[in-house]
């Protein structure tokens, strides 16, 4: 009799320990809100964020949404989708939860898997008034989803904004009556004031981040006279400036088939992968280049960050050297402009470009045959 206890425990344990729920649940990674700023809702709408191994049975999680106030809202999931896009064996999955914030504020979100009790905490402002185009020459985009087909809007692009580029507001905000542009950490919500102003051509507004602003994420918010505000929908993650500088190259005057090496710092910008979504499960790198210019133009060379891509090797790991084999001769595909035709040699400057950054130009002659 005795043994047959003994049994019939063992078996139990093992029956718990495999039921459905619990083998299916495991920690899941959050990764961000689609929209960091949202509108005000007087009905329940879907509010939305992307994760990791988040488990698709509903019944398995707790929500709790609060105000600045600390007061408890509902708030219902009511969906866990796959987007189609992933890093290599993990889905990013797209989850929806019903609330309806009706004043501006600070909301709280807690998120409890029931199984494994896990928790997570993040924040999203809700707003009046919120835009999404943002552009600046040579953007650095870190977005971890896009848009699947020609149906589906794309969502707002996640961009790194650097120290000392001009950035540009397209979207179609009032321009006039503008108190100010301000910057607010979104861990201390320190507020930092920056400079703007209108492009007389596109009556766009105009700003850039100066140095005394730190790295990190930030709501970005266009401030009016008359006390109203229109915020970025996305935080934005401010970066500091790392200009690429030359400091010798082995000669200025080169054949087909020879190498230009060009040696100097801040070749390959490195990143803070800390403050990006998902980085535990990839590496983000800002792309580089070698640019062309001469009197038909400019040519550019991209400098892969694939390791699989031959260009890959033409820079050093710590981004203070690159080794450039210089073509034989050029033809109608190629990547930089020759002077004359039928192509016999080049004779402009070239530069090296990482992120929006350039360096200063090299003047440097190639004589193809």
């Not at 033409?314 to 002077?339: L, R």
Request: negative net charge.
């Amino acid at each position: 009799m005795k043994s047959k206890i003994i049994f019939l425990f063992i078996l139990t344990l093992i029956m718990s320990s495999c039921s459905g729920d619990d083998a299916k649940s495991e920690q899941f990674e959050f990764l961000e809100f689609e929209k960091d700023v949202v509108l005000p809702s007087l009905n329940s709408g879907d509010i939305t964020f992307l994760a990791i191994d988040f488990d698709d049975n509903l019944s398995n999680w707790d929500l709790k949404l609060t105000d600045d106030a600390g007061n408890v809202l509902p708030a219902i999931l009511s969906s866990v989708q796959d987007t189609g896009f992933g890093y290599v064996d993990h889905a990013i999955q797209r989850i929806a939860f019903k609330a309806a914030p009706k004043n501006e504020g600070v909301y709280t979100l807690e998120i409890k898997n029931k199984t494994t009790n896990q928790i997570y905490i993040d924040h999203f402002l809700v707003r009046s008034k919120t835009f999404n185009k943002i552009e600046y020459p040579y953007t650095v985009d870190f977005s971890i989803i896009s848009g699947l087909s020609v149906n589906e809007t794309r969502p707002t692009a996640d961009y790194i904004y650097f120290h000392n580029i001009k950035n540009t507001i397209t979207s179609d905000l009032v321009t006039t009556g503008i108190a100010g542009i301000r910057l607010e950490d979104l861990t201390t919500l320190k507020e930092y004031n920056i400079n703007y102003s209108i492009n007389a051509e596109t009556k766009k507004i105009e700003f850039s981040v100066p140095p005394g602003v730190p790295e990190g994420n930030y709501y970005l918010s266009v401030r009016y006279n008359n006390l109203t505000s229109a915020y970025f929908e996305k935080d934005i993650l401010v970066q500091d400036e790392k200009v690429p500088m030359v400091a010798s190259i082995n000669k200025n005057t080169f054949k087909g088939k020879e190498t230009m090496t060009l040696k100097g710092s801040n070749f390959r910008y490195k990143v803070d992968a800390d403050l990006l979504p998902g980085s535990i499960f990839t590496t983000f790198k800002v792309s580089s280049s070698l640019i062309f210019v001469n009197s038909n133009g400019t040519g550019e060379v991209q400098l892969s960050t694939y390791d699989q891509d031959p260009s890959f090797k033409y820079m050093n790991a710590e981004g203070t050297e690159i080794n450039f084999p210089i073509p034989g001769n050029t033809s109608e595909d190629d990547f930089f402009y020759s002077n004359d035709y039928p192509r016999t040699y080049f004779e402009g400057t070239v530069q090296v470009r990482t992120g929006p950054y350039l360096s200063k130009p090299i003047a440097i002659r190639i004589d193809y045959k």
